[in-house]
């Protein structure tokens, strides 16, 4: 189930694939997108590919609970390393925000969402799903635990500067997704992509609810 790649650029080019050929065949999708590190060279991909993002719609997995317009808010990661540089309509860019049920409702206007893109966190984490998410779950707002805090204090000044909650789609709206990719590159992702997948469902491992959808595709390189 785990489909091992031989670089980051193959990781990010055959993601793109997938992508470009859902933007292709359904002009109209609806596609859930992630932040963090593992995604960042397939957005540098789907630019390149100068796709036609105008009638596309996105929803972000999840914000942390701070001021959109801050540096380093995934709303501004979003339009630096994608939005910015590609013909999507920033109307047609939502992320889960107060109050969360016209967010829900947008996703899931005509048929729903099209296609998922997922990282995984290294405590097996999908958006700010943390362990113990129930797999009942839908967007609301979650505390983080220790170890994504540390593992996302990279992308701050200082460790005290990582807000400590966050704003996520949750488990089972992530599930009504037709199509989910989950990505992850680096060997300290292995393992717990390991449990995820081939280990026990179990909502300790939210990730691990994956093995329950019926059009799932993981990809890794180390
Ligand atoms: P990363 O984050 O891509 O920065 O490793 C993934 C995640 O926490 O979902």
Redesign the pocket.
Known sequence: MINTLNSYNELSSTVADVVEAQIKEQPLSKLIL?T????LGLYEELVNRELDWSNIETFNLDEYLMNPDHPYSYHSFMKKNLFNKINIYPDHCNFPFRPTLSFEDKMNVNKGIDLCI????TNG???FNEPGSSFKSRTRVVDLTEQ?IK?NSIYFDSINDVPKQAITMGLRTIMESKKIILMA?GEH?LNILNVAMNGEVTEDVPASILQNHNNVEVYYCD
């Open positions: 992630p963090g590190s593992t995604p997922l990282g995984i966190g984490h999908i958006a994504t593992d590159s992702k």
